[in-house]
């Protein structure tokens, strides 16, 4: 019976000493398993602590049982007790170095106090009953070791004097034997989960940290991107306006020029000269009716002589030139897919490289004389501003070729 209440105290956790398993009853092991399997229930130090004493209480008979351990700051504090008496607040407790409880500590060794006699002979500056608690007789006081060394004291006070044979020894060296492992063991889990619980609060505050630091990136990058695109719009501005005026200044040369010029011819050699520079255009053609149904090229710039050459004729109703004839108004192509819509046989100019094409009547009165068209490369964009002034500035240029009579001083040179 006694070797089968050995192999389940072993398996429970709980294996007594080789002296003291010769010593132990069956009704010993069946009081220590108790212990073990209500220890077994609870996995945090102060739980452990205290369901230990209120057990060892039980299965003892004594009058108070007290768990004192090795606190961080070096003193022997009060972990739990069971006492009939008035209760004492664990943590905040300690115990003079002249006490038992310290012997203990010190020895590694039991302190067996039989009688209160013996108790006060031994530990006369040490109060043996704490303050309200029941007066006592006898004390035994253990250490609870793991793996041989004893950070902690299992203390039991009785109310009658006690011989402490060796059968009470041996019992309660397996009780302290017992005790020091399932405190240990509540201990470790206490320490890990409030590392565990450290560890979370630390990762939930580096999280908020982390979030923080993405909403300023968010909101830095925000910022920089504002910067930049209003940078960027700045310089777009800043190269427009110098465009802009560049283009006006090469514009108010031209108009100059154009009034100071003697006759049409002059004005004729003005235009070729100095109007395309004055748009950014890379050609310029000037035609003049000639019939009903035709134009007659009378000056060209900047295309191949097999292109808009002088003397060279478009039909009205199949050209650009002709659009602009019959309408009267200027007409601005700025795609090369609307030039070939409208006008396939315009593909000459396309593989120039052209992608926007403008042409304004040059008119006397109500009668169109002729045209005069510049011609861009396809990479050119224009505003609503930039277009609205180029066809302004072409305009102008119309009606100097008209008040001259240059497309009759043209027709006359030839």
Known sequence: MAHERLVESRASGWEPGAAGAALLQPKDYAELLSIGRALAST????????????????????????????????????V????CGTPRRCGTVMVHRSSPEWDVMRAQEPVWLPTRGEAEKSYAATRLDPRG???????????????????????????????????????????????????????????????????????A?????FRGAERLVSERTHLYERERFASGRLESELSSTRDAADGLERAQALLAALAAAADGREISHILAARAPGAFGAFGLAVTRRAGAAELEVV????????????????????????DVVRSGAPLW?????????????????????????????????????????????????????ERDRVILLAGQCAAALARAGALEAERTAQ
């Open 43 to 78: 996995v945090e130090h102060a739980a452990v602590a205290a369901t230990l004493v209120e057990e060892v209480r039980r299965v003892s008979g004594a009058a108070r049982v007290a768990v004192w351990e090795i606190a961080r700051d070096g003193e022997l504090r009060l």
């Open 80 to 83: 739990a007790e069971s006492t």
């Open 133 to 203: 608690a029941s007066r006592c007789e006898a004390w035994a006081l253990l250490p609870a070791m793991v793996d041989g060394e004893a950070g902690r004291v299992l203390a039991l006070a009785f109310a009658q004097p006690r011989p402490f044979d060796e059968h009470d020894r041996a019992v309660l060296g397996e009780i302290a034997s017992a005790s020091g492992n399932a405190l240990a063991r509540g201990r470790l889990f206490t320490h890990e989960r409030a590392r565990a619980e450290a560890a979370e609060t630390a990762r």
């Open 205 to 209: 505050a580096l999280d908020e940290r």
């Open 299 to 322: 000056r060209s710039v900047g295309f191949p002589d097999d292109i808009a050459s002088v003397g060279s004729r478009v039909h009205i109703d199949s050209s650009p030139e002709g």
């Open 333 to 385: 192509i700025d795609s090369r897919e609307e030039m070939l819509r409208r006008h396939r046989a315009a593909a000459d100019l396309l593989r120039l490289g052209s992608g926007v094409w403008l042409g304004v009547p040059v008119s006397s009165g109500a009668d169109v004389l002729g045209t005069l068209s510049l011609t861009f490369r396809c990479a050119r964009t224009f505003s609503v501003s």
